[in-house]
């Protein structure tokens, strides 16, 4: 591996891999501090519809701020933003102000996130991006395992909400490592946020162009991310299912975690060496397939060990589905609409995502969480299978139809 060549990808996933045990640190200490102050599996449901609701606040127009200015700038900015809002976080009694400080904190990171992405993809050539985007799921594998480990030493000797301070200053090493990092633009950006009605009127309609000639992919595309809106509506039932079925302590609950860190660990691993030979479509249809085995074998789990094996299943080879669907994007969509098409189609998937968190919040209360998780990992499994089929029999044709639309 050149060296000089990778500087600028290491430095990005530094700063990356930093931000993710952050991410940890802060959703498994809010999650636990709203179940101790409510008991509630529906509060903490709570909080992961804030997210998709965030992103169908900030989908319809962040994509056009995106592919305007320089994302790096963006990016420091909403690293900046989040840490200030995490910081007050402790010092609210009100169950509503912390959903609110919430809101604020993932509209931010609904912006964060397709300019990262954006950012990386101009960061790489096309050629490098496949092996990448592995390195990508390592270093996320590796917050999986460090994040909650860090989080359950910091439960252990401190309170949660000192745990929250320490997130803190992790959003603000990120952004000093993001600093580093050489401004790019796929575009001359005039450094403003200023955008009119009339350009996200314009770039609605060139996303709705870019789908109507690329429907296969927009149907791969919603296939993958209804397999991931699953998952999160089943990770917003996890604290409950850990605490009410398993009956785990808190401690024990970040080892459970921390298990699905190793598998994903192991399968960032495999992924490495995968990559060499298998195509972005097979890693995205065998990975999701096989994501939603491991949600089988965690929901119908009694033990610590059980629920630990399904975990570590669910979580290898979400690195191999993870790093199938980035590449599959990086060679699907024009560069210079990323920003638009990722927002856009992500607040499509929130509003589905906010549907099914809700129902499953309350089916959960009125009839258990052991009932809802098993439904919702079958479900799940379904999707995942139709996903595999969809892919089998488009990917060849939507290679095609998106590589006729003009860029």
Not at 3 to 10: E, G, H, I, M, N
Not at 126 to 153: C, K, M, Y
Request: hydrophobic share 55%; proline share 2%.
């Amino acid at each position: 591996m050149n060296l000089l060549k990778w500087k600028f990808p290491a430095l990005y996933l530094s700063a990356v891999g930093i931000a993710n045990i952050g991410g940890w640190i802060y959703l498994l200490a809010l999650n636990l501090i709203i179940f101790d102050r409510t008991g509630s599996a529906l509060a903490v449901a709570g909080l992961y519809m804030i997210k998709p609701f965030a992103n169908m606040l900030v989908g319809f127009w962040a994509g056009s701020v995106i592919d305007r200015v320089s994302t790096k700038h963006l990016m420091i900015t909403l690293d900046g933003l989040r840490a200030v809002l995490v910081v007050l976080i402790p010092f609210l009694d009100s169950i509503w102000f912390i959903y609110t400080l919430v809101l604020l904190i993932q509209m931010a990171g609904a912006m964060f996130e397709p300019a990262s992405f954006t950012y990386m993809t101009l960061l790489l050539p096309e050629q490098d991006r496949n092996r990448f985007n592995a390195l990508l799921s390592f270093v996320h594998s590796g917050a999986f395992v460090t994040g909650p480990l860090v989080a359950g030493i910091l439960f252990m000797i401190g309170s949660l909400e000192n745990a929250l301070f320490v997130n803190v200053g992790i959003f603000m090493i990120s952004a000093t490592l993001t600093l580093l990092l050489p401004k790019l633009s796929n575009r001359d950006t005039t450094e403003s946020t200023s955008i009119t009605w009339r350009d996200v009127r314009t770039d609605w309609k060139l996303v709705w162009d870019f789908s109507k000639k690329a429907m296969p992919f927009v149907v791969m595309y919603m296939g993958f991310q209804g397999v991931m809106l699953l998952t999160a509506a089943l990770d917003s039932m996890e604290v409950a299912f850990a605490k009410e079925v398993l009956h785990l302590s808190d401690a024990t609950y970040g080892s459970l975690v921390s298990m699905a860190g190793i598998g994903f660990l192991m399968g960032a691993v495999c992924t490495n060496a995968l990559v060499k030979f298998a195509s972005a479509n097979l890693l995205m249809s065998m990975g999701t397939l096989l994501v939603s085995i491991g949600y089988v074998i965690y929901s119908f789990s009694t033990t610590y060990l059980m629920a630990s094996t399904g975990f570590f299943v669910l979580s290898f080879f979400l690195s191999l589905a993870n790093t199938g669907f980035m590449t599959f994007i990086q060679k699907k969509v024009p560069i210079d609409m990323m920003g638009r098409i990722s927002s856009l189609y992500e607040m499509a998937s929130s509003f589905i995502q906010i549907l099914t968190v809700l129902f499953l919040g309350f089916a959960a209360q009125m009839l258990s969480v052991k009932e809802v998780v098993i439904g919702g990992s079958l479900l799940m499994f379904a999707v995942a299978c139709y996903l595999a089929l969809l892919i089998g029999r488009y990917s060849n044709l939507s290679t095609k139809i998106i590589g006729s639309v003009k860029r």
